[in-house]
Every structure is written in structure tokens, then in C-alpha cells.
């Protein structure tokens, strides 16, 4: 197999095979922005770092389709896309939210540090579990999205005790093997799922636009999307073992 990807790679013409690496520098384009962000992080200009957050979310939303279709596997087989977008994710939505959930003040002082290493390890465990995806393209267990927990954290901006308590059940859940959909590789409900992101984003960046003071409206409406997100396939696989 690996010997025939090699044959398929040499017979691709070079505008082909330049193409194709440009997909893996816009996968890896995602780690400069987390630096951005952890830059605006540090600085403690919170909105900014989530909007570069953000940015990265778009490139790790894009390459993926621009990869298939470009069938950037076989034309540049040394180049691993998938180990590529597993370490630009862990910077994005692992460490950069991990420091900014620890060093903002939202945890119980003496809880933060010990919570923020929890995050990062139980995050890179599951990064590297062979299961954190079903077949139907659903996360298993909390899919260690920490960039969008810091956003609701910061949002909501509970009491240091409750959001000390959120964040430990969420390292636990992380290894709870529940279903939560992927926003856009689930086909069931795609288009309501895509239809709700695109509403997110601009009540998102509504609520980065005004600091976080985003009224009580906008506010529900994105802990409600949240909700979807995170509870629609548990809903829907309790009431088909109802009908059952």
C-alpha cells in the first residue's frame, strides 16, 4: 500500500503536489494564530485571544475538505495531515484555553493550577485514544473543546467555586463514553447543525465585539446552541430505545 501512495505521489505533476502542501501549511498556519492568541492571553485581552481562537477554528474547518479534495494523502503521502491537525488542535483548543481558564481568575485560586494540568493531560490522553471518534463521525466523550468551555466560562463568568466544578466534571466526562455530534462531519440533522453554528458564530462574535457584555437574549440563545451541540445525540438515542 505505502509503495503504491509513493508511485501515486511521483506521478502527480508539481503544481499538484504544491497545492496539495499548501493544505498542510494551512493546517499549520492554525499553530501561529494559537500563538497570537496565547500572546493576547498573557496580556489578558481575553476577547482578542478568543478572536484569534476563533480564526483558527475556521482553518481547521476548512483544510479537512480542502485535504479530501485534493486527495492531499496519496499526492504528499510523507506529510502526516492527520498528526499535523492533531498538534495545531492540542495548541488551539487545548493549551491556549487551558492557560487562559487557569490564569484569568474564573477558578478557585488554589484549584486553578491543579485543574489546568488536569485539562492538559487528560486532554492529550484523548487525543491520542483510538476511540475518540465513533463511526458515524461522533466525539466520544468530552471532545476536549477547551476553547469553547473557556468561551462559556467567560461568558457566564460563574461564581470560582461553580466554574472550579465545571471545569473537573468536564475532565471526567472526557473519558465518559458518550456520544456529542461533530458540528460538521455528522449527517444526521446537517443542515439544522450548520444552520445553528452560523448563528453562533455571529452571536460569537457579537458577544467578543462588546467584551463579553453580550445581554441576557444573546447570552440563552448561545447557551442553547451549546445544549444542541452537546445533548441532541444523547436525546434522539434515548427516544429511538424508547421506540425500541
Known amino acids: 500500500m505505502d509503495h503504491d501512495t509513493q508511485q501515486g505521489s511521483t506521478s502527480a505533476s508539481p503544481g499538484t503536489r504544491a497545492a496539495a502542501f499548501s493544505v498542510h501549511v494551512l493546517t499549520a498556519l492554525g499553530a501561529g494564530i494559537a500563538l497570537l492568541a496565547q500572546l493576547e492571553a498573557v496580556r489578558e485581552h481575553w476577547a482578542a485571544m478568543f478572536a484569534w481562537l476563533g480564526i483558527a477554528l475556521v482553518i481547521d474547518a476548512l483544510d479537512g475538505p480542502i485535504a479530501r479534495r485534493l486527495d492531499v494523502i496519496n499526492v504528499q ?8 491537525d492533531l498538534v495545531v488542535d492540542f495548541v488551539a483548543y487545548v493549551f491556549v484555553p487551558a492557560y487562559a481558564i487557569t490564569a484569568s481568575g474564573l477558578l478557585l ?4 493550577p491543579l485543574l489546568g494540568i488536569g485539562i492538559v493531560v487528560s486532554s492529550a ?17 468530552f471532545p476536549a473543546l477547551w476553547n469553547a468551555a473557556a ?6 463568568h460563574l461564581s470560582p467555586a461553580t466554574s472550579s466544578l465545571v471545569v473537573a466534571v468536564l475532565i471526567v466526562v472526557t473519558f465518559v463514553p458518550f456520544h456529542v455530534l461533530h458540528p460538521v462531519r455528522v449527517v444526521r440533522l446537517r ?8 448563528v453562533w458564530a455571529v452571536l460569537a462574535i457579537y458577544t467578543l465585539a462588546n467584551d463579553f457584555n453580550a445581554g441576557t437574549i444573546v447570552t440563552a440563545a448561545l447557551c ?15 427516544l ?3 421506540k425500541v
Do not use: C
Open 151 to 156: 468561551f462559556y466560562l467567560f461568558l457566564l
Open 109 to 112: 485560586p488554589l484549584a486553578a
Open 240 to 242: 429511538r430505545s424508547q
Open 77 to 84: 503521502p510523507n506529510w502526516s495531515g492527520e498528526v499535523l
Open 191 to 198: 443542515g439544522l447543525t450548520m444552520s445553528l453554528l452560523v
Open 224 to 238: 442553547a446552541i451549546a445544549v444542541y451541540i452537546a445533548g441532541s445525540d444523547a436525546v434522539i438515542r434515548l
Open 125 to 141: 490522553l484523548y487525543f491520542a485514544d483510538r476511540r475518540m471518534k465513533s463511526e458515524d463521525n461522533h466525539f466520544r466523550g
